[in-house]
């Protein structure tokens, strides 16, 4: 059955409105995608019922919140299908997830370990490793990528050793689209000793996730970017390792007992959760988890799909026009530059005629060096997109080259 684009499309309000005179074309689902209905109204349903401290056992709509907030660990555990609640821990997002991993795991590193990531990272997947390196000694190393966009395997595989102790890479790169082909790097770390932390920012949105059948040691994600709430997110981590490792903020809830003799900490998840969490945060998140599990997901992915094949060979078929990032398996991410045309110039006359795209370096300046550019235009698609918004966007692309011409 095709997948009902209209339908899904009341679910999202935010889409149905007008930007500087035109139809709201919202393209910019990389950086963040919108939230429908069932996720703003499980977050005000519980501001306006349930709000209160959680953990705290003191009374009945604090045990309310405490048992929605662990039902949605459960919910994510599941969603992602990891072993166990202990093994989710809520972060701020992917930044800091990384940030956590990087410190806490990172901190037990030896001066001369080595940390490889690629040359498709996020900053947020790069700068965590540097600061490492500055305090630790360990070395950052970097995968290449080819002009395609695609990782080369063949130097990923000559650069392991046993004293590479992490890698951590993107499974899609949000500058390129790329999806990297984690499982092999996986399990080709693990025959070394080396552990992995995939950074799936770009990746969750699009398909289901296995973490047990991925192996991955450390997996993280933003909920926001999977239709959830900003300031909410994910570090999936194997129980005896995060077992193994420090905490990574003191506060309250981390601890079991406090004395001026000594701490004694929590046990997971909560170890690594110092302070009040982003209650309502978590409660969102987990609605959008119950959206997405209603989904037919796999029919979404394929209208994804279509919709970046359909925009690719239009972008192609433009003269001046530079796709940047043709992996052959890419989400449904277009980046592109005009000759001659900035990119900013060219996302502001976008944005006149109501297409949010993104426009710049995507937070990923070593990718657009190696490309020697200085951004692109990024238009990044979501199930809600339409192939009558593809068609907007390059109308409104035909009139800003005009114009700049
Ligand atoms: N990694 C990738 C691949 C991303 O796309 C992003 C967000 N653009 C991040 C990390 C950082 O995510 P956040 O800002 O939500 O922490």
């Known amino acids: 059955m095709a997948f009902d684009v209209v339908k899904v499309r009341e679910d999202f309000p935010i889409l149905a409105q007008q930007v500087n005179g035109h139809p709201l074309v919202y393209l910019d689902n990389a950086a963040t995608t919108q939230k429908p209905r069932q996720v703003?109204?499980?977050?005000?349903?519980?501001?306006?019922?349930?709000?209160?401290?959680?953990?705290?056992?003191?009374h009945t709509i604090s045990d309310r919140a405490t048992a929605h907030f662990e039902h949605a660990r459960k919910n994510v555990a599941q969603f992602i299908n990891a072993a166990s609640t202990r093994e989710i821990i809520w972060t701020r997002g992917t930044t800091e997830g990384i940030n956590l991993v990087a410190n806490s795991f990172g901190g037990q590193l030896k001066a001369g370990a080595r940390v490889l990531v690629s040359a498709m990272e996020h900053h947020s997947n790069i700068v965590p490793w540097q600061?490492?390196?500055?305090?630790?000694?360990?070395?950052?190393?970097?995968?290449?990528?080819?002009?395609?966009?695609?990782l080369n395997l063949d130097a990923f595989h000559d650069m392991l050793d046993?004293?590479?102790?992490?890698?951590?890479?993107?499974?899609?790169?949000?500058?390129?689209?790329?999806?990297?082909?984690?499982?092999e790097i996986i399990q080709a770390s693990q025959a070394v000793g080396a552990k992995t932390l995939i950074d799936g920012a770009q990746a969750i949105a699009h398909w289901p996730l296995d973490v047990q059948s991925l192996g991955c040691?450390?997996?993280?994600?933003?909920?926001?970017?999977?239709?959830?709430?900003?300031?909410?997110?994910?570090?999936?981590?194997?129980?005896?390792?995060l077992e193994a490792m420090p905490p990574?903020?003191?506060?309250?809830?981390?601890?079991?007992?406090?004395?001026?003799?000594?701490?004694?900490?929590?046990?997971?998840?909560?170890?690594?959760?110092?302070?009040?969490?982003?209650?309502?945060?978590?409660?969102?998140?987990?609605?959008a988890i119950d959206y997405l599990n209603a989904l037919d997901r796999p029919a979404a992915e394929q209208h994804e799909q279509s919709l970046l094949a359909v925009a690719t060979e239009r972008a192609e078929?433009?003269?001046?026009?530079?796709?940047?990032?043709?992996?052959?398996?890419?989400?449904?991410?277009?980046?592109?530059?005009?000759a001659g045309i900035h990119s900013s110039d060219l996302g502001m006359l976008l944005d006149q005629q109501g297409v949010a795209v993104r426009t710049g370096h995507h937070c990923a300046q070593p990718i657009m060096e190696q490309y020697k550019i200085s951004?692109?235009?990024?238009?990044?698609?979501?199930?809600?997109?339409?192939?009558?918004?593809i068609d907007r966007l390059f109308s409104a692309l035909a009139s800003a080259r005009k114009l700049l011409s």
Do not use: C, W
Request: without cysteine.
């Open 375 to 389: 951004g692109t235009v990024r238009a990044s698609f979501s199930f809600y997109n339409t192939h009558e918004e």
């Open 40 to 58: 703003i109204d499980a977050i005000s349903h519980y501001y306006l019922h349930d709000n209160s401290n959680v953990h705290r056992g003191a």
């Open 317 to 338: 078929s433009l003269d001046g026009v530079t796709v940047i990032g043709r992996s052959p398996v890419k989400t449904a991410i277009l980046g592109f530059v005009v």
């Open 131 to 150: 600061m490492l390196a500055e305090r630790q000694g360990v070395t950052v190393e970097v995968i290449p990528v080819d002009e395609a966009g695609v």
């Open 248 to 287: 990574y903020q003191g506060g309250g809830e981390m601890i079991e007992t406090v004395s001026f003799a000594g701490t004694t900490y929590n046990q997971l998840p909560f170890k690594f959760e110092a302070g009040t969490p982003d209650i309502a945060g978590v409660i969102g998140l987990s609605a």
């Open 217 to 241: 040691d450390f997996y993280v994600f933003s909920g926001h970017k999977l239709f959830g709430p900003t300031g909410i997110g994910v570090l999936y981590g194997k129980e005896a390792l």
């Open 162 to 183: 046993e004293n590479v102790a992490l890698v951590a890479v993107n499974h899609v790169s949000n500058a390129l689209g790329s999806v990297n082909p984690v499982k």
